[in-house]
């Protein structure tokens, strides 16, 4: 059973077990159900841009300052 898509009209062989989407090819259908294409989401704003000194001098200072502030916390418990 040869059925002609209702997007591009091509002729085209249903796929069976698809109620819903008989009336598409496809290519039109993959095309239809692939999400847009979204920029990956960076971890870090630092990670936008190339790696300057100054964005890892940054890094390495809240990391410090981290650290220090666990090991207060871990002085101020004893
Ligand atoms: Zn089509």
Known sequence: ???TC???GVEFQP????PGYIDEC???LTA???PPPKPPQPLWIYD???RSLTDILLNVLI???L???MMYACYKSR
Do not use: A, D
Request: proline letters at 8%.
């Open 67 to 69: 650290v220090i502030i």
């Open 6 to 8: 209702r997007q591009c």
């Open 32 to 34: 239809r159900n692939l």
């Open 48 to 50: 936008k841009r190339p």
């Open 15 to 18: 796929t069976p077990g698809k």
């Open 1 to 3: 059973m040869v059925k």
């Open 63 to 65: 990391w410090l300052l």
């Open 26 to 28: 496809l290519e039109c």
